[in-house]
């Protein structure tokens, strides 16, 4: 554990313990970066939680559908195929 020096507005230290119930400064500090901690990562799950759900509500392609078959399928394409064949269904979907 690391000592710190800062300076705080002891007002504002004072009225956070009285509002928070806290019986001092170090836990009143370690329970506000906790909260700041836990906020922060919830905010970061969310984030990541709407990306997830903005593509699963991706229009389905008229070209093809999820149960398509693909003809791809069991057959080794080497990487100037893959590429190709990329670059092929791209152009598809212009």
Do not use: C
């Not at 999820?66 to 990487?79: N, P, R």
């Amino acid at each position: 554990m690391q000592i710190n020096h800062i300076e705080i507005d002891n007002s504002l230290i004072d009225n956070a313990i009285r509002l928070s119930g806290l019986s001092d400064r170090k836990k009143l500090i370690e329970k506000a970066l906790l909260f700041f901690t836990q906020q922060h990562t919830k905010a970061q799950q969310n984030s990541l939680q709407k990306i997830i759900n903005d593509f699963y509500e991706l229009p389905v392609s008229k070209l093809e559908t999820i149960a398509t078959k693909s003809v791809y399928q069991d057959k080794t394409l080497s990487l100037e195929d893959m590429e190709y064949a990329i670059e092929y269904e791209a152009g598809l979907q212009q």
